[in-house]
């Protein structure tokens, strides 16, 4: 059975750090891995998707790896700013039958 | 476009009583599913529907019921809410009858059975 783990649970580092986010999977017959975003009282947003094919995908400031042999992904945030705080969710999509398994998340604060 | 929308935002029920939580989508999107997200979990998955007329059961269904009688309308029933049943509730849609790529997510819905 596909688990997926995200550590640390939360993280707390001043505002200019690179930071990385880390994301574990068990099971590497994923079809891809997405990571969002989770405001408080607000819905999930889409920020990367990788497909199983690819090893890293970029927007802005943000990059995440892809692994798919050793289980692993990373969200690297370049410059964080206190905008950046929020949680931030892993979920691998099953090759099977297409559906998300989710990490309980990390969130992150930026400290002004 | 609205994307996805969830009514209500907040809800306190008592054990026992019976709910409707609702879900539209205006992007003619042919795969809508309803989550689950509680403290230091990950969201499970509880229905999902990859077109009008058709749903079926995901991770954790029982207790809940779905019917999809439109493509914009996808609403979750809560029969005889438990305190179990305590979460925040995502509805997501999709483009393609199967969730291939990037989904769309409500705002939530917050509930509280007591």
């Known amino acids: 059975k596909q688990e997926v783990t995200q550590i640390p649970a939360a993280l707390s580092v001043p505002e200019g750090e690179n930071l990385v986010l880390n994301c574990s999977f068990t099971?590497?017959?994923?079809?891809?891995l997405q990571w969002f975003r989770q405001d408080p009282g607000k819905g999930l947003t889409s920020l990367l998707l990788i497909q199983s094919s690819q090893r890293e995908q970029t927007s802005g400031r943000l990059n995440a790896s892809l692994d798919k042999s050793s289980g692993r992904s990373t969200l690297y945030i370049a410059a964080s700013q206190p905008g950046d705080s929020a949680t931030y969710l892993c979920a691998v999509q099953l090759d099977s039958n297409y559906q998300l398994i989710w990490g309980a998340g990390t969130k992150l604060i930026i400290k002004p | 476009n609205a994307g996805v929308t969830q009514t209500p935002k907040f809800q306190v029920l008592k054990t026992g009583q019976s709910m409707t939580l609702q879900c539209a989508q205006d992007m003619n999107h042919e795969y809508m599913s309803w989550y689950r997200q509680d403290p230091g979990m990950g969201l499970r998955l509880i229905h999902y529907s990859v077109g009008a007329g058709i749903t079926d059961q995901g991770e954790v269904p029982n207790g809940y019921n779905v019917s999809r009688s439109t493509t914009e309308d996808f609403p979750l029933r809560l029969l005889s809410a438990a305190p179990s049943q305590t979460s925040v509730y995502f509805c997501?849609?999709?483009?393609?009858?199967?969730?291939?790529?990037?989904?769309?997510f409500g705002p939530g819905t917050r509930l509280t059975v007591l």
């Open positions: 099971d590497s017959a994923i079809y891809n």
């Open positions: 997501a849609s999709s483009p393609d009858r199967l969730p291939y790529n990037e989904q769309f």
